[in-house]
């Protein structure tokens, strides 16, 4: 018998004075301040018994413990903080703010950091000189800050034992975390510029906004020897900067006062973003999957080249020049290739709403594109028998089967199979023969409804009933023909057995008496 429990405890208190006045009817001041505190904690036991006596149900019936086990931790977060606004004729907007947050997750000495932001707005709209008639509101926005962020686990600065070290019946503590009495947040300096607009009486609306945020003092588990019984130890190591556009639009193609009840309406948003690593310890720069250097994007794939299927002989090859001149069909002389990077260059959706009468339907679509996903268990899955045969791993997929080499002059991309052939070992297939481009755009829901009329509802009593029919990921195309699944991935491109999302198909009425 297992008995497991868990206690979470967890309160925040939260004070805050506020100030808000209008004076004049020109000049808005907005004001607030507050003192915030908040503490966590997590108590869990699991022990396991035999022998449970007739009619227990608790652990203290069983006679013999088999295990017993346990955990404790707990955080907490105190701040304090100031923000006030003021507005000149809705026309020009400032605001600011200020905080300082201790967080018991960082070395003693360095819990405390002080953070603050700044914001402009200027509605260009209501100047005088302003005389474009079909644009309603036309703002000019830009912040700009400094951040921090504590996500780390609970004591990571501290120098940590666990329990379960146990010999000769007695019981044990062993290092189970190294300290770092340095450690402290992590620093981002945020910036945004953007312009909102509203056009022809609210019928066009959208917003552009390009983005830049530097973090530094990057929080990050940093390798080291492992003679003591530690692998890591956590670190503040590392800059990078990521820059971005995002851009919306939303607009009422067809009105219903113009269509006799018939209403269109778009909606779309696309975001393009880079990120650059600015500084990198030697520590970091070398991965099995990614190349992390100065100058390049965090998720940059790195792995040994994959040159394909020599057509004569049906072995795969692989690159052992970085300018891919050069193949072998060994393995071991293979070399790492840079190649593109995990996150997209762009993605985006696209809604469109459509309503007459009673009816209404909507779809959304949506699209990524530009990045390069990794199958983690590809060489489990998509074997070329290398590594033997079994029930539960080492097969290959029927689409892999019908593309595999069968004769000589047959140009493919999957190797014949060998039967615990010498052309790799498992290893080996940490390779680009797995990686494929992710681009793809999916239909991802689809959505028709009708209200019901009122005058048929009142005899039953019933105020309000909508009959429907949904389908979520009904479709999905993608770019790279070698990949047959589904391919959305984290933002690490790595697939790692994730299984496919579902294509549901939803029938329902709902009704309000």
């Known amino acids: 018998m297992t008995n497991y429990t868990q206690d979470i405890t ?62 404790a931790t707990g955080f907490k977060l105190l701040s304090k903080f100031l923000n006030g606004s003021y507005a000149f004729r809705d026309r020009y907007f400032v605001s600011g703010s200020i905080r300082e947050d201790a967080s018991s997750r960082f070395a003693k000495n360095f819990r405390s950091a002080t953070f603050w932001s700044a914001g402009f707005g200027w509605n260009i709209a ?22 921090g962020n504590q996500g780390i686990d609970n004591f990571e600065s501290q120098g940590l034992y666990s329990a379960g070290g146990d010999y000769n019946q007695s019981s044990g503590l062993i290092l189970s975390q190294l300290a770092n009495d340095n450690l402290t947040w992590e620093k981002n300096r945020p910036f945004n510029i953007g312009l909102d607009f509203v056009a022809w009486k609210g019928r066009f609306t959208g917003s552009l906004e390009w983005y830049s945020r530097e973090s530094s003092n990057l929080l990050r588990s940093q390798p080291v020897p492992s003679t003591n019984g530690v692998t890591s130890v956590t670190v503040n190591n590392g800059a990078m900067k990521n820059t971005g556009i995002e851009a919306t639009v939303s607009m009422v193609l067809v009105s219903p ?17 880079r990120n650059e690593i600015t500084q990198i310890d030697s520590n970091f720069s070398n991965n099995a999957n990614y190349l992390r250097r100065v100058g390049t994007n965090y998720y940059t794939h790195y792995q040994r080249g994959y040159a394909g299927v020599d057509p004569l002989t049906g072995e795969a090859l692989w690159y052992t020049s970085s300018d891919k001149e050069q193949t072998s069909n060994n393995f071991t002389q293979a070399v790492r290739i840079r190649y593109g990077s995990a996150l997209p260059r762009f993605y985006g959706g696209m809604s469109h709403s459509f309503s007459y009468m009673n009816f209404r339907l909507s779809v959304h679509l949506f699209v990524n594109w530009g990045n390069f996903i990794y199958d983690d268990y590809g060489y489990l899955q998509k074997t070329d028998a290398n590594l033997g045969f079994s029930d539960q791993s080492n097969g290959i997929s029927r689409y892999d089967y019908a593309r595999r080499w069968t004769t000589p002059g047959q140009i493919t991309n999957v190797p014949k199979p060998v039967f615990l052939g010498s052309q790799s070992s498992a290893a080996s297939y940490e390779s680009t023969r797995f990686l494929y481009d992710g681009s793809y755009i999916r239909l991802r829901d689809v959505n028709l409804s009708y209200n019901i009329p009122k005058k048929w509802l009142a005899r039953y009593k019933i105020n309000t009933a909508r009959a429907y029919v949904r389908g979520q990921n009904l479709y999905t195309w993608v770019k790279d023909k070698g990949y047959n699944t589904d391919p959305e991935a984290g933002i690490d491109g790595v697939l790692s057995q994730k299984p496919p999302v579902f294509n549901t198909v939803l029938f329902g009425i709902e009704f309000t008496l």
């Open 257 to 273: 006062t113009k269509s006799r009840g018939f209403k269109w309406t778009t909606d779309m948003n696309i975001t393009s973003y």
């Open 126 to 147: 209501n100047e005088n000189f302003f005389k474009v008639r079909s644009i309603t509101e036309l703002k000019l926005r830009a912040s700009y800050g400094y951040t």
């Open 10 to 71: 967890n309160w925040v208190a939260t004070n805050i004075l506020r100030y808000k006045r209008t004076f004049k009817d020109i000049h808005a001041v907005e004001a607030f301040a507050g003192y915030e505190a908040q503490s966590r904690g997590d108590l869990e036991t699991n022990v396991t018994v035999n022998g449970i006596a007739p009619g227990t149900s608790t652990p203290a019936g069983g006679s013999l413990i088999e295990s017993a086990t346990g955990t």
